[in-house]
């Protein structure tokens, strides 16, 4: 007797996600020196933890920093990512999957892993990011970004070295995976992306969610799917949807749909 395609899935998929975000070997948060003012001002309020033992309601949520895991979105937004990734494969929406702001990679990965599970061999995986932490804020030509303190997190700089390194060791580097390395203002625009199946937009700020909106949100398909990972998390970012969503979208009917109280996503008619 053999176990079905979809339970074999299945099974590779849940196991992923679990090494993705660490629940296997549990690793505490990341210890950081940053100030409580500095914390407040990336999104880490009170809801994260910044204790010293994994904490699994947390890492459910993504309400921590994980010091050893691939992804800090947690449990639910991998799963959320699962869904509509597994929605348009099945459903056959064409595109590529896009993440503007890795990290270690994680969530690329998981997209990376989601194609090998069902044997799509046809879209790439992009994989954008300065590699270099968040930018320093323009507030001349952004001004919800005043005062941003992003760039200041060294923690958020991991470089692309680091990244395909991580993607190696699951043997999931290879040419379906595509990296645009730089400042999204500058890699997005010309970047050879046809059309775009799944967006997951992770950049933070303003002018990242802004940038990411800007050039890539006409390229989804219908049918596709547009992910905001900070959207109740920093309110700079759910401005720039929204004023990005007024001044180029007013006409498509959208369902902006809650994930785990941070993250939101919808489909695109
Ligand atoms: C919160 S982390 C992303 C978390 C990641 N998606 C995960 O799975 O854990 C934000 C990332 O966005 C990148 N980033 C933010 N704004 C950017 C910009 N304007 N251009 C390039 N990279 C940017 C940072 O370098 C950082 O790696």
Avoid at 119 to 134: E, H, I, K, P
Avoid at 170 to 195: C, H, M, R, S
Avoid at 231 to 237: E, G, M, R, W
Wanted: aromatic share 8%.
């Amino acid at each position: 007797m053999t176990a079905s395609t979809d339970t074999l899935r299945n099974m590779y998929l849940d196991l992923m996600q679990d090494i993705l975000t660490n629940e296997i070997y549990k690793d505490p948060p990341l210890k950081m020196s940053i100030g409580s003012k500095l914390k407040k001002a990336v999104g880490l309020n009170a809801r994260h933890q910044q204790g010293r033992e994994f904490d699994e309601s947390r890492r459910e949520k993504g309400l921590d920093w994980p010091s050893v895991a691939h992804t800090m979105i947690g449990k639910q937004r991998m799963q959320n990512l699962r869904m509509v990734c597994s929605d348009v494969i099945e459903n056959n929406v064409p595109g590529d999957f896009v993440e503007t702001g890795v990290w270690r990679g994680g969530a690329c990965i998981y997209m990376r892993a989601i194609l090998r599970a069902y044997g799509d061999t046809d879209r790439t995986v992009w994989v954008a990011d300065s590699f270099a932490g968040l930018p320093e804020p323009d507030a001349a030509t952004y001004a919800k970004d005043k005062g941003d303190t992003h760039h200041k997190v060294e923690a958020l700089a991991v470089s692309k070295e680091q990244v395909m390194d991580n993607f190696r060791v699951y043997g999931l580097l290879d040419d379906q995976v595509k990296f645009l390395k730089g400042w999204f203002k500058d890699t997005l625009p010309a970047a050879p992306i046809e059309n775009v199946a799944v967006l997951r937009l992770d950049g933070d700020m303003y002018e990242s969610t802004m940038d990411g909106l800007t050039s890539l949100y006409q390229k989804v398909s219908p049918g596709g799917y547009v992910i905001v990972d900070d959207y109740h998390a920093v309110p700079a970012c759910a401005a720039a949807v929204h004023d990005y969503l007024n001044a180029h979208a007013a006409d498509e009917t959208i369902e902006i749909k809650e994930i785990d109280g941070t993250g939101v996503y919808w489909q695109r008619p």
